[in-house]
């Protein structure tokens, strides 16, 4: 199997800060030749949309490419899963991203996973193939929000969420106000993020190249995941003796 990532730049640094803010951004990490074949993959993806509602490449796309599907066991991604999660993981979803130019971006949001057991982790793993830039469908985030364990975060615009959920509440471990940071992340970085992390995506400008990404979902077992989007004839078809795919 080809190399996805190159040297190594999870450190315990970059593990503090994922736990301190809820996300950590790997700049440059995924190879050339993933690069490459990630494009493919996802532009083949991108061809396929809008598609059935009701199954949606997008939602669904490691069951519409072999080289997305072959990911989901790399060895190399699940050894970066479990040095945050543990051994005991199980897949959750593989979900394309892909943003061309004049996309709209999408709202502030945090997603849910067993909010009364912080036993339990559910961990999101981007690849931003071509990467982006400020102002250009680029991810933001508030950092310590995470901590918050707080699934129903909600905001159409970044005064929506200052001015609602946000104020008055302040970090955690810090005790800082809460704010939103913009990220940039180059050419085939990785992010982490927990999922019940603040999030959303400024829109992409009219005129650029389509921004290609995909994620990649681990969680602990014990819990029922509302974002798992596999059909279970696929769940039968990569069944395997690790239990990653099994439902819990």
Same mark, same amino acid.
């Given at each position: 199997?080809?190399?996805?990532?190159?040297?190594?730049?999870?450190? %315990?640094?970059?593990?503090?800060?994922?736990?301190?803010?809820?996300?950590?951004?790997? @700049?440059?990490?995924?190879?050339?030749?993933?690069?490459?074949?990630?494009?493919?993959?996802?532009?083949?993806?991108?061809?396929?949309?809008?598609?059935?509602?009701?199954?949606?490449?997008?939602?669904?796309?490691?069951?519409?490419?072999?080289?997305?599907?072959?990911?989901?066991?790399?060895?190399?991604?699940?050894?970066?899963?479990?040095?945050?999660?543990?051994? %005991?993981?199980?897949?959750?979803?593989?979900?394309?991203?892909?943003?061309?130019?004049?996309?709209?971006?999408?709202?502030?949001?945090?997603?849910?996973?067993?909010?009364?057991?912080?036993?339990?982790?559910?961990?999101?793993?981007?690849?931003?193939?071509?990467?982006?830039?400020?102002?250009?469908?680029?991810?933001?985030?508030?950092?310590?929000?995470?901590?918050?364990?707080?699934?129903?975060?909600?905001?159409?615009? %970044?005064?929506?969420?200052?001015?609602?959920?946000?104020?008055?509440?302040?970090?955690?471990?810090?005790?800082?106000?809460?704010?939103?940071?913009?990220?940039?992340?180059?050419?085939?970085?990785?992010?982490?993020?927990?999922?019940?992390?603040?999030?959303?995506?400024? @829109?992409?400008?009219?005129?650029?190249?389509?921004?290609?990404?995909?994620?990649?979902?681990?969680?602990? @077992?014990?819990?029922?995941?509302?974002?798992?989007?596999?059909? @279970?004839?696929?769940?039968?078809?990569?069944?395997?003796?690790?239990?990653?795919?099994?439902?819990?």
């Amino acid at each position: 199997m080809f190399e996805l990532f190159g040297a190594d730049s999870f450190d %315990d640094a970059a593990r503090s800060r994922l736990d301190a803010d809820g996300h950590v951004v790997l @700049p440059g990490l995924l190879t050339e030749d993933a690069r490459t074949q990630l494009t493919h993959a996802l532009a083949g993806i991108q061809a396929l949309l809008p598609g059935d509602e009701e199954h949606r490449p997008n939602h669904y796309s490691a069951e519409y490419d072999v080289l997305l599907a072959s990911l989901i066991r790399h060895p190399q991604l699940l050894a970066l899963a479990r040095r945050v999660l543990g051994k %005991d993981i199980r897949f959750d979803h593989c979900v394309a991203l892909n943003r061309p130019g004049g996309n709209d971006g999408r709202g502030w949001h945090s997603h849910a996973y067993a909010e009364g057991d912080p036993h339990l982790g559910f961990l999101r793993i981007f690849f931003y193939v071509n990467g982006f830039v400020l102002g250009d469908g680029n991810l933001k985030v508030v950092p310590g929000s995470h901590l918050f364990r707080d699934a129903d975060i909600r905001a159409a615009t %970044d005064v929506d969420l200052q001015q609602g959920w946000m104020q008055n509440r302040v970090h955690p471990l810090t005790g800082a106000a809460l704010r939103i940071e913009p990220l940039a992340a180059p050419p085939g970085s990785v992010a982490l993020m927990w999922t019940h992390a603040a999030h959303g995506v400024n @829109p992409r400008r009219a005129g650029s190249a389509t921004r290609w990404s995909v994620v990649y979902a681990y969680r602990n @077992p014990g819990a029922e995941s509302h974002a798992r989007w596999i059909t @279970p004839g696929f769940e039968r078809s990569m069944a395997g003796t690790d239990g990653l795919m099994s439902l819990y």
